[in-house]
């Protein structure tokens, strides 16, 4: 995957590029400290994945648009500071894909550029937390014409939802698949949020539809965990 780190601060693009050195997958092609320097260089590259501190100096919500109307088949993971409900929403309305905070785990923010860079959505459990916490829906929120494809469920995301439909706990679950408790928190958030759930009946009732499992080995093992 190419991708391009679009930060104007020196400290911040050294920690991140760290962590996408990490995977050997990721090529980053090129490093931005301006909104008008990132459109130049998507000219020049050919780009999968652009990630963006979209609030730092040299950048502006504006850049967005621009980027997902010039080059639509480019992704976009946002990752910045801590930010109100309302900033989150114009950034999804402009255009973001993802969205992740700086202080996110390496394993999250590395999760996060895979996802998006498959055309998946990825948010980190403290941004979901933020949106939720304000009574918003981000199937609501993202309806733009930036957005009309549909959200899908990745191979991870089922697998996660098949240990929760069948009685895992978080903990249970980051043990078979040697992730962190956390991890799996913010996979069971994104699952929820992507499902339109708002509880573990909700997953269930996906899982079994979708014969991901079946209810009587809910039932079974829901019992077996009483």
């Known amino acids: 995957?190419?991708?391009?780190?679009?930060?104007?601060?020196?400290?911040?693009?050294?920690?991140?590029?760290?962590?996408?050195?990490?995977?050997?997958?990721?090529?980053?092609?090129?490093?931005?400290?301006?909104?008008v320097a990132l459109l130049d260089m998507l000219s020049s590259f050919d780009t999968?994945?652009?990630?963006?501190?979209?609030?730092?100096?040299?950048?502006?919500?504006?850049?967005?648009?621009?980027?997902?109307?010039?080059?639509?088949?480019?992704?976009?993971?946002?990752i910045t500071p801590e930010q109100s409900a309302q900033v989150l929403v114009d950034a999804l309305r402009s255009g973001i894909t993802s969205y992740v905070?700086?202080?996110?785990?390496?394993?999250?923010?590395?999760?996060?550029?895979?996802?998006?860079?498959?055309?998946?959505?990825?948010?980190?459990?403290?941004?979901l937390e933020t949106i939720q916490d304000?009574?918003?829906?981000?199937?609501?929120?993202?309806?733009?014409?930036?957005?009309?494809?549909?959200v899908f469920v990745s191979k991870r995301e089922c697998e996660i939802i098949t240990f929760i439909a069948e009685g895992n706990t978080n903990t249970q679950i980051a043990e078979k698949?040697?992730?962190?408790?956390?991890?799996?928190?913010?996979?069971?958030?994104?699952?929820?949020?992507?499902?339109?759930?708002?509880?573990t009946a909700g997953i269930v009732m996906y899982a079994v539809k979708t014969n991901l499992t079946s209810p009587n080995k809910f039932l079974f093992t829901a019992a077996n965990n009483t």
């Open 177 to 199: 698949l040697f992730l962190s408790s956390h991890t799996i928190n913010t996979h069971r958030k994104n699952i929820m949020a992507k499902l339109g759930v708002k509880n």
């Open 48 to 78: 999968n994945v652009v990630v963006i501190d979209y609030t730092s100096a040299g950048f502006d919500i504006d850049v967005l648009p621009k980027v997902r109307t010039l080059y639509p088949n480019v992704k976009i993971l946002a």
């Open 134 to 150: 304000a009574n918003l829906d981000i199937d609501d929120i993202d309806t733009g014409s930036f957005s009309c494809e549909a």
């Open 1 to 35: 995957m190419n991708l391009i780190l679009a930060d104007s601060n020196n400290l911040v693009r050294i920690g991140i590029r760290s962590i996408l050195n990490l995977d050997l997958e990721i090529d980053v092609v090129g490093e931005v400290q301006s909104s």
């Open 101 to 127: 905070k700086k202080d996110c785990s390496i394993s999250e923010i590395l999760d996060a550029v895979r996802y998006t860079s498959r055309g998946d959505k990825f948010f980190c459990g403290s941004v």
